[in-house]
Every structure is written in C-alpha cells, then in structure tokens.
C-alpha cells in the first residue's frame, strides 16, 4: 500500500503544472525525410503513403519536428491532423514551389514567434543553388517558438543537405552554423535534417562545433539500428546515419530512438523518422 501511495503522489505531482514547469516537460522532438510526392515510387507513392505517416505522426505523439522533401500538398495532408500546423516555403521560389523543409508543431504545446528561411548558397536570402549543387535549390527553413508548458523560448531549425555536390554539403556545414549564430545568437536552439551525411564528414563535424549530436549526448543508450535510410527496402542494411537532431548546451537529452515503423509490408517513408526526448535547463 505504501509503494501504490508513492507511485500515486509521484505521478499527481509531476502532473502539476506549476511542478512540470519547474522540472522542465519533456518536448518530443522528430526528423523527417517524407519521400517526395511521385508517381514512379509506384507502390510507394504517396498516396499509398500519406495515412501512414499521419498514423506514424499521431501515434508517437511529436511535439514538434522537421520535415524534409515534401512538397506543399503532401504537407497540406500532414496538417490534416488538426493539433498541428507548419511553417516553410519552397525551395524554388520561395513560395510553395519545389521541395520544402517545413517545420511542423502541436499548437497546444508551442505558441510560434517569428519564422524564416535561407537557401544553401552563396546568396543565401534568395532561391539559389550553391557551389557544386548539380539539381535543386536547397532551403532551411527556422522558427522561434514559445514553449507554452515551460514558458521557455528556443529556436528550431530544418534542413535538407544536397545529395551530389561534396563541396555544397561542407559549405552548407559552415553556413549552417554561421546563420544559426546570426539568427539564435546565444539562445537554446535544436536543428534537424537530413544532411546526406555520415558522422565523420566535415560538415557533421562541423555542426559539433556548436551544436551537440543527440544520438551521442542521449542519457539512454540510442533505440534502433545506427542506419536511417532504406530506400524503402525493408532488408536494407542500416549502416549509414545521415538525418540528424543537434541541439545547443542549454538541452538535456533524455532519449533517442530511429523509429522503425512498417504497415502492411510498406514503410511510410523511404527514411525513418528520428525522435528525442529532451528538457531544457
């Protein structure tokens, strides 16, 4: 009886709110490469697609996470869930043409302050294509946001890295962090994306001189295989970790998870999503 007394008085604490402000709710942060919207994925397009990864998003209860490749439509559908709304333009005009990197978040949670976006070039506030980017424009989409739980404000950052140009991802390693300073100067930011690249290249590296990798600073072991591209495979191998969730010094991270989902023999997305749990100091 005592033991069912302390669990009970533990759980109507920390369900206080004067309490979860002090101790610092958990915010449940995700990455997300959705698989552009194509009619050649056959199978895998998205409208084979979409109600999974609304599913995949309702069920792990995010807080607020990035996503990557979507165009506006396949966004549009995302927000069919109606606690959440998002931010971002296209990649291509700055509008809602091309690609985006868009930011999604549960309005009960977060209140939403400011938002922008650069491009991964030499001329970052126009659409443009930087150094040897051979295809696509590449955006970045940012917000400041309010933490209605805690009352605490941070910035969050998404991001897609090109695929083809080695020079445009190590430049845009560099100007990620440049802009990040610029735009955050020295308040708590978390920046997630899928860099198409592994840990040791210079741009991930470079990322850590200001940002710390939640997969390494997690204070539980990471949840899941180290890969988080299949390529819709579901005996792909798993060994490259190219989509990222960094945050600044003022998080703690609690967990770290690649999330594995599959339905009916289909993965939602031809990436997985990675989420964490953290709490800012």
């Known amino acids: 009886m005592r033991l069912l007394f302390l669990v009970l008085l533990h759980a109507l ?19 997300y490469n ?19 990864v609304k599913s995949l998003v309702r069920y792990h209860n995010f807080d607020v996470f990035g996503t990557q490749e979507g165009f506006r439509g396949q966004l549009t559908d995302v927000a069919e869930l109606p606690e959440y709304a998002f931010v971002g333009h296209g990649r291509d005009d700055g509008k809602e043409a091309g690609e985006h990197s868009a930011i999604f978040y549960k ?9 922008g976006d650069f491009w991964l070039s030499q001329t970052p506030n ?25 009352k605490k404000e941070f910035y969050f950052f998404s991001v897609h890295f090109d695929h083809e140009g080695v020079e445009a991802r190590r430049q845009s390693g560099l100007l990620m962090v440049q802009k990040i300073k610029e735009i955050a100067k020295d308040a708590p930011v978390i920046c997630v994306g899928d860099f ?14 200001l940002l710390a990798d939640s997969f390494r600073a997690t204070k539980q072991p990471a949840y899941g295989p180290v890969g988080t591209f299949t390529g819709f495979k579901l ?6 970790r190219i989509d990222y969730i960094f945050v600044s010094k003022q998080f703690s991270v609690l967990d770290y998870a690649v999330l594995t989902d599959s339905m009916r023999g289909l993965y939602p997305s031809d990436h997985f999503p990675v989420v964490v749990n953290m709490v800012m100091q």
């Open 235 to 240: 005996d792909a191998p798993l060994t490259d």
């Open 13 to 31: 604490l920390w369900s206080h709110p004067i309490v979860a402000r002090q101790a610092g709710l958990p915010l449940r942060v995700a990455t």
């Open 196 to 209: 198409n690249s592994i840990p040791d290249t210079e741009q991930i590296q470079a990322m850590q001189t």
């Open 126 to 150: 126009v659409p443009s294509k930087g150094w040897d980017a051979k295809c696509c424009n590449r955006i970045c989409t940012w917000a400041k946001f309010k933490d209605l739980s805690t």
């Open 107 to 115: 309005k009960s949670r977060l209140q939403l302050l400011q938002t």
């Open 34 to 52: 959705l698989r552009l919207n194509v009619a050649s994925d056959g199978i895998n397009a998205w409208p084979n697609r979409k109600e999974m």
